[in-house]
């Protein structure tokens, strides 16, 4: 059976190929209407057409590749990311490159003998920022994920809206009554981080007593430091806010292994919204991170950058889930 070719798409669709080259290479905005470019479209995939990206990527002089740099695939945040970047990617006759950090945090090798000659542009997230340097890349188009808005080095950002996020859980807790509250950070120094904190700070402090307990994102680490920070002297604290559902899962261990019951003795919140935080019992409060639309803007980021188009967008709402592992602190004890 012949493949079916650009003319065909044209010539079924009614069309010039010029115009079929617009459409499919995502170019036709501004020159072709919508109608046009979703006939085209529809033909193109009635008549099963595929382009020719290798003789496409000769005459552009580009790869039409672009890298996706991540901490760890182990975690699924990152690998939603990348489900919805490839997506668009896809869209796009794009294809996405994952290069996740072995440590979960720090650079890996270099994964090309040249990225300047085998990529079109860069998607990081600021938590695997230390792999850029690894890359070799400098000059490429770079968009940065969850990052300071203010740092020069990116040519797009793309950002939840962590402080409001954390705003929602910090009054969730207030509102149930709580004044002792634990804040179990992630003992990792990036600007999401560091929000996070900041914004637990302004929105607690003149409400609660605030404490903070850091632990590695993992859940042997979060038990430990939640252990020790429940067991510290003076007033125990009946409500933890957790950086993410992996501490927050680590937690809720902890307070089981002290025998205290969640939420009746101790609440406890997480981040991410994770398959984990509906895996625990009690299923955890947390704050959802739309992962996949985080993704597909950063490819949307990417594609205006080099198409010379300026980006610009509102951080990506986000929004507290309330469920089973969060309710008003336990009555003082009895003198």
Not at 179 to 207: C, E, K, N, Q, Y
């Amino acid at each position: 059976m012949t493949r079916p070719t650009s003319r065909d798409v044209a010539g079924a669709a009614g069309v010039s190929q010029a115009t079929v080259s617009l459409v499919l290479g995502g170019k036709w905005r501004g020159r072709v209407s919508e109608r046009t470019a979703a006939l085209v479209r529809e033909t193109a995939e009635t008549l099963g057409y595929r382009p020719n990206l290798a003789a496409r990527n000769l005459r552009l002089g580009s790869t039409r590749t672009a890298l996706l740099v991540v901490p760890a695939l182990t975690n699924e945040f990152f690998a939603r990311v990348y489900t919805g970047a490839a997506r668009i990617a896809s869209d796009h006759g794009f294809g996405v490159v994952l290069y996740p950090s072995p440590d979960g945090t720090g650079p890996a090798r270099d994964p090309f003998p040249s990225a300047r000659a085998a990529l079109d542009g860069v998607i990081a997230s600021s938590m695997a920022a230390a792999a850029l340097d690894a890359i070799g890349g400098n000059g490429l188009p770079l968009v940065m994920l969850d990052s300071d808005p203010t740092a020069g080095q990116a040519a797009a950002h793309v950002n939840l809206a962590m402080a409001d996020g954390m705003r929602q859980a910090a009054e969730h807790l207030l509102g149930l009554g709580h004044r002792r509250i634990l804040h179990l950070a992630a003992d990792i120094d990036t600007w999401t981080f560091h929000v996070r904190a900041r914004t637990l700070a302004t929105v607690l402090g003149p409400h609660a007593e605030l404490r903070t307990a850091r632990a590695a994102l993992t859940v042997a680490d979060a038990l430990t430091a939640t252990e020790a920070a429940l067991t510290a002297p003076g007033p125990r604290p009946t409500a933890i806010v957790c950086d993410d559902d992996i501490l927050a899962a680590g937690a809720c261990k902890a307070a089981r292994r002290l025998a205290l019951r969640v939420p009746e003795d101790l609440s406890v919140t997480g981040v991410d919204d994770l398959a984990l935080a509906t895996a625990v019992e009690p299923e955890l409060t947390t704050v959802h991170l739309p992962a996949e639309r985080v993704g597909e803007q950063g490819m949307a980021a990417l594609l205006a950058v080099l198409e010379g188009t300026p980006w610009t967008a509102p951080d990506i709402p986000v929004e507290l889930v309330v469920r089973a592992s969060t309710a008003p602190p336990p009555p003082p004890a009895r003198p």
